[in-house]
C-alpha cells in the first residue's frame, strides 16, 4: 500500500511538474536570446548629468560610462544555459572594468540566475571574447568563484521581458576582495527588457555598515541600452 503510495504521488508529481520545467526550458532559451548582444549607458549616464546640479558629483555607477558585452558561451560543466558578461570603461575599445559568467537554470518557478567572477584560467580564456568559442568548453566550477546560494535571483516573466531579486533579501553576503577588507552585503533588483538591461541596487554596504566603494545605499538605476 506504501509503496503504491509513493508510486502514485511520484507520478502525480511528475504530471504535473514536467510541463512547467518544459516551459520554463523554452523561457531560458527566449531569456539568453533576449540578453545576448551589446550594450551601453551612455544615454543613462548623459540623462543623469542633464538633471545634476552644476557642480554636482554624481554618484556611482552614473559617473562613468561602461560597455557591456553579453556573449552566450558553451560550458557544460558550469550549466546549460551560460554567458560570458564583460564591461569595459568609456568604449567598446576601453579597459576591461569589469567580468562575470551568469548561468541561468530553468526552475518551475522561474528562471535561477547564479553569479561568478572569474580565477585566472577563465580570465585567460574569456578576456576580450566578443563571440562563442569553443575553447571555454573547458572551463569548469574550478575556475570560477560562485557566489553564495543567498546572492543567485528567482526571474520571472514581467511584460515583454522578466525581473527578479536575489532570495532571500538581506541573505546575499560575501567577502570582499576589492577596495577593502571585510564582508559585503547586496540586495539586488534585476530587470531585463527587449534593447536593455536594466539593474537596480538599493542595498550595497559593508557588514559594519559602512558604505563600500563610495556607492551609496540608494542609488540610480544603472541601465544599459542595446547598441548590436
Known amino acids: 500500500m506504501v509503496s503504491r503510495l509513493i508510486a502514485s504521488v511520484a507520478l502525480t508529481l511528475s504530471t504535473f511538474a514536467t510541463p512547467a520545467l ?4 523554452a523561457d531560458v532559451a527566449q531569456f539568453m536570446a533576449l540578453v545576448a548582444g551589446e550594450y551601453s549607458n551612455l544615454p543613462n549616464v548623459e540623462a ?13 555607477p552614473l559617473r562613468d560610462v561602461h560597455h557591456m558585452y553579453a556573449i552566450p558561451v558553451d560550458m557544460p560543466k558550469v550549466g546549460a544555459h551560460v554567458a560570458y558578461i564583460e564591461w569595459r570603461h568609456d568604449s567598446p575599445e576601453g579597459a576591461i ?12 518557478d522561474g528562471i535561477l540566475m547564479r553569479f561568478h567572477t572569474l580565477k585566472p584560467k577563465a ?17 569548469g566550477p574550478d575556475d570560477l568563484n560562485a557566489y553564495p546560494a543567498a546572492c543567485f535571483m528567482l526571474l520571472k516573466r514581467e511584460g515583454a521581458g522578466y525581473a527578479g531579486t536575489n532570495l532571500p533579501l538581506g541573505g546575499c553576503e560575501f567577502p570582499r576582495t576589492t577596495v577593502a577588507s571585510g564582508t559585503m552585503k547586496v540586495d539586488a533588483h ?21 558604505n563600500a566603494a563610495g556607492r551609496t545605499p540608494e542609488i540610480e ?4 541600452q542595446r547598441i548590436r
Do not use: C, M
Request: charge should be neutral; aromatic fraction near 10%.
Open 22 to 25: 518544459a516551459e520554463t526550458e
Open 48 to 60: 543623469a548629468k542633464a538633471k545634476a546640479n552644476p557642480g554636482e558629483q554624481l554618484a556611482e
Open 97 to 108: 572594468s569589469g567580468q562575470r559568467v551568469w548561468a541561468y537554470d530553468a526552475k518551475p
Open 123 to 139: 580570465k585567460a580564456v574569456l578576456s576580450g571574447l566578443t563571440k562563442p568559442d569553443a575553447k571555454t568548453r573547458d572551463l
Open 190 to 210: 534585476l530587470r531585463f527588457f527587449p534593447g536593455f538591461h536594466g539593474e537596480k541596487t538599493e542595498i550595497l554596504r559593508l557588514q559594519a555598515g559602512e
Open 221 to 224: 538605476d544603472w541601465v544599459y
